[in-house]
């Protein structure tokens, strides 16, 4: 696509620099700019963090480098008391959705009693299907070939290979989408994508690791919250809530389960 001022004419070098200026101005260095067409990336480099790679067009748009973009907005977010509000909102409506949730479809509000409802799910799956579960048939098998194919491919890594945050990363993420599962909470999907929302741990999961906090509980339904891409994009790995914040609202949740699986996560 040509730029209207230069309409059937190649854009060069100088033309694309210097519409890259009318947007803005002198703050970026294009020295080392070697533009071909508008659609490549050109190099450019940023006072504050150095080179970076952005789309020529992207840039003659209005584009910016996006660490500055994503400082600049987290100063702003985390700044504004509104903003702060929202996780503690955000999870009690997690709490208020599950707890209507369960009333209507269990007739209890407690999900602490939660092999109750598991008991109920497999006798559907027996029903329905002649096993607890449709993934059981023959899912030793399937799984075992799977791995073995991801890894001959090089698309996958074995967890003993993968470093310790990546393996934590990973069952936090395994629990959070078995919260969902259990749990209903399908809310948290809405509008899900890249660019919409996103599903964040407000306690976040960094923060979980570097202060061993048990994966089951990050996952957790009462730490998930459903936050617009440029929201949890601002929030970066910063947590809203401290762990004794976390764990007094998984207390309010599952009180009534005094099981050792309940006390090894709060303690």
């Given at each position: 696509m040509q730029d209207?001022?230069?309409?059937?004419k190649?854009l060069t070098?100088d033309?694309?620099i210097?519409?890259f200026?009318?947007?803005?101005g002198d703050y970026?260095d294009?020295?080392?700019?070697e533009?071909?067409?508008?659609?490549?990336d050109?190099t450019?480099?940023c006072?504050?963090?150095g080179?970076?790679?952005?789309q020529?067009?992207r840039?003659?748009?209005?584009a910016?480098?996006?660490k500055?973009y994503?400082?600049?907005?987290?100063g702003?977010?985390m700044?504004?008391p509104e903003?702060?509000k929202?996780a503690?909102?955000?999870?009690k409506?997690?709490q208020?959705?599950?707890?209507?949730g369960?009333i209507s479809k269990y007739g209890q509000?407690?999900?602490?009693k939660?092999?109750e409802?598991?008991?109920?799910?497999?006798n559907?799956?027996?029903?329905k299907?002649?096993?607890?579960?449709?993934?059981?048939?023959d899912?030793?098998?399937?799984i075992?070939k799977?791995?073995?194919?991801?890894?001959?491919?090089g698309?996958w890594?074995?967890?003993e290979?993968?470093?310790?945050?990546?393996?934590y990363?990973k069952?936090?993420?395994?629990?959070?989408?078995?919260?969902?599962?259990?749990?209903?909470a399908y809310?948290l999907?809405?509008?899900?994508s890249?660019?919409?929302?996103?599903?964040?741990h407000i306690?976040?999961?960094k923060?979980?690791f570097?202060?061993?906090?048990?994966?089951?509980?990050?996952?957790?339904i009462?730490?998930?919250?459903s936050?617009?891409s440029e929201?949890n994009?601002a929030?970066g790995?910063?947590?809203?809530?401290?762990?004794?914040?976390?764990k007094?609202a998984?207390?309010?949740i599952?009180g009534?389960?005094s099981?050792?699986?309940?006390?090894?996560l709060?303690?």
């Amino acid at each position: 696509m040509q730029d209207p001022k230069f309409r059937g004419k190649r854009l060069t070098q100088d033309q694309v620099i210097e519409r890259f200026k009318e947007k803005h101005g002198d703050y970026y260095d294009y020295s080392k700019v070697e533009f071909k067409t508008v659609w490549d990336d050109v190099t450019i480099i940023c006072p504050r963090h150095g080179e970076f790679q952005q789309q020529a067009k992207r840039h003659k748009n209005g584009a910016k480098c996006r660490k500055c973009y994503l400082e600049d907005i987290n100063g702003k977010f985390m700044q504004k008391p509104e903003y702060r509000k929202l996780a503690s909102e955000n999870m009690k409506r997690n709490q208020d959705k599950l707890k209507s949730g369960m009333i209507s479809k269990y007739g209890q509000d407690n999900p602490s009693k939660i092999e109750e409802f598991r008991i109920k799910k497999r006798n559907i799956f027996l029903e329905k299907y002649g096993v607890e579960n449709p993934f059981q048939i023959d899912v030793k098998s399937r799984i075992k070939k799977t791995i073995k194919t991801h890894l001959s491919n090089g698309n996958w890594i074995r967890d003993e290979d993968r470093k310790p945050f990546a393996r934590y990363k990973k069952e936090v993420w395994r629990y959070t989408n078995q919260s969902i599962v259990d749990f209903d909470a399908y809310w948290l999907l809405e509008k899900r994508s890249r660019y919409e929302n996103h599903i964040d741990h407000i306690y976040s999961i960094k923060d979980g690791f570097e202060n061993n906090v048990p994966s089951e509980l990050i996952g957790s339904i009462v730490n998930l919250q459903s936050l617009s891409s440029e929201q949890n994009c601002a929030k970066g790995s910063n947590s809203w809530i401290s762990i004794e914040d976390l764990k007094s609202a998984y207390n309010v949740i599952f009180g009534g389960d005094s099981s050792l699986r309940k006390k090894k996560l709060l303690s």
